[in-house]
């Protein structure tokens, strides 16, 4: 990367760190850390492997699961969060609108055939 004086060479400069980068942490931090500092630690032998922790036995990376009552949502699992009042939850992409995720706990999911 080249920064030099103000101008192209500093804009083009700034766009190729921006693609390198990405924000994390609190908004306001301006902290940043690299693509491969963020790339997942746990591989196996058919390349990257989403790491579940103990707690999070229900369902796995990739299962088909609807949501049980309410509201419906269709899709697959693509991730898991934790909070105290959620102690395990999962994080489900819509079947129908690619790119919609929302997040449930695993009491408000079951498996969808």
Not at 43 to 65: A, I, Y
């Amino acid at each position: 990367m080249r920064v030099e004086a103000e101008g192209e060479t500093t804009r083009i400069a700034l766009r190729e760190l921006r693609d390198q980068t990405f924000a994390a942490g609190d908004a306001g931090t301006g902290a940043t850390m690299t693509r491969g500092d963020a790339t997942p630690a746990a591989l196996d032998m058919n390349g990257l492997r989403q790491s579940w922790p103990d707690t999070h036995k229900t369902f796995g990376m990739g299962d088909k699961v609807r949501k049980v009552r309410g509201s419906q949502w269709r899709g697959r699992v693509v991730g898991w969060y934790s909070t105290d009042l959620t102690p395990e939850g999962y994080a489900v992409e819509s079947d129908t609108e690619h790119g919609s995720v929302q997040i449930y706990p695993a009491s408000a999911l079951e498996r969808a055939v």
